[in-house]
């Protein structure tokens, strides 16, 4: 199973100002979000946000709400997202709409992405947890995680990877845009 931009979702777990910053590896995620979010506008792949309970927590960090712009971004309390009904609702519709692939990027990998990811492939969603574009506070809790997904059959991907298949091909504009950004 590739990456099929035609097919395809990006969903964006929790990248949240209180959270960020305790992360191991955050800084490098929140870039490697940036070009996913950038990658997937060019491309015309639909983006989803959540947020736990911003409230506590922030809000999405500025420098990746620059790079939504309109896309849907969920409150939750649910650290799974599939959990969330309005969050559940929204994926279903883009599932019964053809996009039935989810790439999934954000924090904490080892909480809210992990059971999202679980829960989204039992669900019968194709999923790509993108590892460079996650992070937990211990590094080992994000080897565990991707463990746990890759049982639970997603597939264990980064950003270069999920750009290029996005693609599909060189030669365009969005492959010497795209393409600059992972190099």
């Known amino acids: 199973m590739l990456v099929d931009a035609s097919k395809s979702t990006l969903l964006l777990v929790d990248m949240q100002e209180r959270l960020l910053p305790a992360m191991t590896g955050g800084a ?19 983006v989803t946000v959540s947020e736990q309970y911003p409230k506590g927590l922030g809000h999405t960090v500025p420098g990746l709400a620059a790079e939504i712009g309109n896309a849907p971004v ?9 959990k969330d009904k309005a969050i559940k609702d929204h994926l279903i519709a883009h599932h019964e709409a053809g996009r039935p692939l989810v790439i999934l ?38 080897a565990l995680a991707m463990e746990r997904m ?11 990877m999920v750009v290029f298949e996005l693609l599909g091909r060189a030669g365009t504009a969005e492959f010497k845009a795209l393409s600059a950004l992972v190099r």
């Open 74 to 82: 969920f409150e939750k309390l649910a650290f799974s997202c599939w």
């Open 105 to 142: 990027a954000g924090i904490e990998s080892h909480v809210c992405v992990m059971q999202t990811a679980a829960d989204l492939s039992d669900a019968g969603f194709g999923v790509f947890a993108v590892a460079d574009a996650m992070a937990s506070r211990a590094p080992a809790s994000h």
């Open 150 to 160: 890759r049982q639970h059959g997603v597939a264990v991907v980064n950003t270069e």
């Open 28 to 46: 490098e995620a929140e870039s490697r979000c940036a070009i996913l979010l950038k990658a997937a506008r060019a491309l015309e792949v639909p």
